[in-house]
């Protein structure tokens, strides 16, 4: 349990400075209201996501530690979106559409929803 605690905050460390670079390096660069450096990050995850969890499935290369390193901690440390993505592909791949459709626009109304909630409460106290 430890082992796979360290090697979740190594690949998440590893992944949140990546993160932070890649989203500086677009604000840098490209000027405007849209948020480049998210979207870049988040569709980056998720591509990464899938080269690995391909990999972990096609070869024993990366072993459920290293899978817990690169997919939990550096994916996720990354960007959570591409955890996001990946949990709704699970979930197309079994069929379960009504809940990709569910988790989609729940996760996303209620997202923006407690990002108002919490400034609001904020402002209150």
Not at 58 to 78: K, Y
């Amino acid at each position: 349990m430890i082992k796979s605690i360290l090697l979740i905050g190594l690949g998440g460390g590893i992944g949140s400075i990546a993160r932070y670079f890649c989203q500086k390096w677009f604000a840098d660069n490209f000027q405007g209201a849209f948020p480049w450096g998210t979207f870049a990050v988040n569709i980056t995850g998720c591509f990464l996501i899938g080269i690995i969890f391909a990999l972990s499935e096609r070869t024993t290369l990366l072993t459920p530690q290293v899978r817990l390193l690169l997919i939990t901690g550096l994916c996720g440390g990354f960007t959570t979106f591409s955890t996001f993505a990946f949990e709704n592909m699970n979930m197309l791949r079994g069929g379960d559409i009504s809940y990709v459709l569910f988790y989609t626009l729940a996760s996303v109304i209620l997202g923006i929803a407690a990002v108002f909630a919490g400034i609001g409460l904020i402002k209150l106290l």
